[in-house]
């Protein structure tokens, strides 16, 4: 789980895959009654996604709110390696204890699990891009090994996964908007939906309104925020593309050759969608 800074009044958004914790929201939020004997399930973060930021509930230090009915344990260490945990009752507040002048709420990493549960992945710095990618499920705490979760905190400050150079994701942002990545992305993830409502749908004995009405919850979060899928993706391009290389291929789409192979893709998108 990794957030940066949006417009507003130090408001903060989520930045990881927004179609991917909307299933896990829903099916977490259906499925409660599941038995916590089961060892593993997906992380929490969509309990918490839309609401960090310097809140009125936390005495305007940096947090968040447990919108989901069961209780969440959060985790998150900073930039400077300090870590801060809590467990989190439904319709509760998160308070850091960070306030605005002290903190900087564009980086740092975390993990959200359902209370009783602990992250897969243990929230040290050596971990900082597989949590940033939200790449960790949550294991029942009597079944992770305390050992796995006892190394110090490191300061983040040269971790690629919080700091990316500016000039890299001018770039980056330079390549997405060349190739119009923010359509082609919708176009894209409104077909994953169909394919991957069904195998959730069977595998919890949905019923066609709860499949319809969950479709619909996911169809709407991607519709809504497709800036912040955007975003993510610039990110993933500035960590492992040089702005130089960035630029290049942007070059490439801008040109002649390159726009009119831009202006196919929503054609070959749907040609090829259809057929997959």
């Known amino acids: 789980m990794r957030y940066t800074c949006s417009s507003g009044e130090g408001h903060i958004v989520n930045v990881s895959m927004l179609w991917r914790t909307a299933f896990i929201a829903a099916s977490l939020a259906s499925f409660s009654s599941v038995a916590r004997a089961q060892e593993q399930r997906p992380h929490a973060e969509a309990c918490t996604h839309s609401n960090w930021g310097f809140l009125v509930a936390t005495g305007y230090n ?40 002290q903190f900087d709420p ?60 500016p000039v890299t994701l001018a770039a980056a942002h330079r390549f997405a908007q060349s190739i119009h990545l923010q359509d082609s992305m919708v176009r894209v993830m409104e077909h994953m939906v169909g394919l991957t409502i069904d195998p959730i749908a069977r595998a919890h004995s949905l019923n066609e309104a709860q499949k319809n009405q969950l479709e619909q919850a996911v169809l709407q979060e991607i519709r809504s925020n497709p800036g912040e899928l955007v975003a993510m993706a610039e990110n993933e391009y500035a960590r492992r593309l040089s702005a130089a290389d960035l630029n290049a291929i942007a070059d490439f789409y801008e040109s002649p050759a390159g726009s009119h192979f831009v202006a196919q893709i929503p054609q070959m998108q749907s040609d090829l969608l259809a057929v997959g």
């Open 62 to 101: 940096f947090g968040t709110i447990n919108q989901c009915t069961y209780s969440v344990t959060i985790w998150m260490m900073t930039s400077s390696g300090q870590q801060v945990s809590a467990d989190v009752a439904p319709g509760g507040a998160f308070n850091s204890g960070f306030a605005q002048s």
């Open 106 to 165: 564009g980086r740092w990493v975390g993990a959200v699990c359902q209370t009783g549960y602990r992250p897969s992945l243990a929230v040290t710095v050596s971990n900082a891009a597989a949590l940033a990618r939200s790449e960790y499920n949550c294991i029942a705490a009597a079944a992770a090994p305390d050992a796995a979760h006892g190394s110090s905190p490191q300061p983040l400050a040269n971790s690629a996964a919080v700091d990316i150079d």
